[in-house]
């Protein structure tokens, strides 16, 4: 903002907005030149989200080999193991006291003891037989990419409902406190804006840092190639920052745009009543005197 004295000391008067589009472009210039790397992934993550899209389709014979593989996994046993152990284990709570465990209260210990390892052998098995078909697919396949895919929205989604849950509260809570000290309306909706902005910025990028941490154990399952999986580590990463990047600036360039539209509309009002007084002031000055 440039400041103006012109009478009035406090005066302030907004940029243009063709200037301000010159302000933003030689900011995000000079940011550029001062953070390469961040700025060089950035770029690299849109390349990704562009170029890679969904992942390459599988053959004919990918997919038979994979859909083959697929319908070994042994579905129902896991369900009815999976039923055992729940069974077993309400059974051990039901008969569990706070600080001691009977005869019975042991057996049922050991029958739902060896109803959980039974599930996590068959959840292995067909752990293992799920690694074994997207290895035939590959990680750069519609399988792998599909899958970092999923992983990265349910992250991203959990933290937008995490800011706008919290936002609705924190709103609740600053128009009671508002009410106490007499704020204005303007104050308030500044305020409550920039708690949005923080909640937003808060939630996705724990929701980035959550997905690049589960990303590797996706990659894993995959058995691929150990350059092969640090290079879709990086692509899957760098296009996740991207995007939230991306997301997080549009929330903010929306933010200050709106902010900017009430401050010059606010600021054209105060200019034409300004003009108006002094318009009104030169009339009674030019009008005739008699002694």
């Not at 999976?82 to 709570?93: E, L």
């Not at 590959?138 to 937008?160: C, H, I, M, P, R």
Request: glycine share 8%.
């Amino acid at each position: 903002m440039n400041r103006h004295f012109r009478g009035d000391p406090t005066q302030i008067v907004l940029p243009e907005p063709a200037d301000l589009g010159q302000l933003i472009v030689r900011g995000a210039t000079g940011f550029a030149r001062r953070n390469k790397v961040v700025t060089g992934s950035y770029l690299f993550g849109l390349l990704v989200i562009l170029f890679v899209g969904s992942g390459t389709k599988l053959t004919m014979d990918q997919r038979r080999q994979y859909n083959h593989i697929m319908n070994t996994i042994d579905i129902e046993a896991e369900y009815t193991a999976s039923q055992q152990y729940w069974n077993a284990n309400q059974a051990y709570r039901a008969t569990k006291g706070w600080f001691t465990c009977d005869g019975i209260c042991q057996r049922n210990k050991r029958r739902m003891e060896d109803a959980k390892y039974r599930l996590d052998v068959i959840r292995k098995e067909g752990e293992a037989r799920m690694s074994d078909a997207k290895s035939v697919a590959g990680l750069f396949s519609e399988v792998g990419v599909g899958e970092a895919q999923d992983s990265f929205w349910g992250y991203f989604n959990n933290g937008k409902r995490f800011a706008k849950r919290q936002s609705m509260w924190d709103a609740m809570f600053m128009g009671i406190r508002a009410m106490g000290r007499n704020e204005s309306y303007m104050e308030y909706a500044m305020r409550v804006l920039m708690n949005v902005l923080m909640n937003f910025s808060a939630g996705l990028c724990m929701a980035l840092v959550m997905f690049v941490l589960g990303l590797w154990s996706i990659i894993r399952s995959y058995q691929a190639n150990i350059l092969v999986a640090i290079f879709f580590f990086v692509c899957a990463a760098c296009a996740a920052f991207a995007f939230v990047a991306t997301y997080l600036l549009g929330i903010y360039g929306a933010a200050a745009g709106g902010v900017y539209g009430v401050l010059k509309v606010a600021e054209t009002n105060a200019r034409g009543a300004r003009l108006e007084q002094q318009r009104r002031n030169n009339r009674m000055h030019q009008r005739p005197h008699y002694d």
